[in-house]
């Protein structure tokens, strides 16, 4: 994959994260903040303060995640972001670790 391929590919992902929370804030009692600077998404939960950052790491071609419940890499395999430890699978990873930290079920 080129570094363009994998720049399209994680703001792909970058965005879908910020639409599906958005979507998931209006439609549950998820409150958070996301901001975005660059690679770096925030994800901030309103009600406890903690964070969730997502980034890509375009040398590595890697999406990161660093959450209460640790750091996690994913690497793409096909269309799927894959993580580099225990072949989760990064959207339902993500997901898990929102639903924990908001306190709220979401599927992204």
Not at 91 to 104: D, E, K, Y
């Amino acid at each position: 994959m080129t570094e363009s391929e994998f720049l399209a590919a994680a703001e792909a992902a970058l965005d879908k994260i910020e639409t599906a929370l958005e979507s998931a804030a209006e439609q549950t009692d998820l409150d958070v903040e996301c901001s975005r600077s660059g690679n770096v998404l925030e994800i901030e939960f309103v009600d406890n303060g903690s964070k969730i950052i997502v980034n890509s790491q375009a040398p590595m071609q890697e999406l990161w995640i660093a959450a209460k419940s640790g750091g996690f890499h994913y690497k793409q395999k096909g269309n799927i972001w894959v993580n580099t430890r225990d072949g989760s699978e990064f959207f339902a990873a993500l997901s898990g670790m929102i639903s924990s930290q908001g306190g709220v079920p979401v599927t992204l």
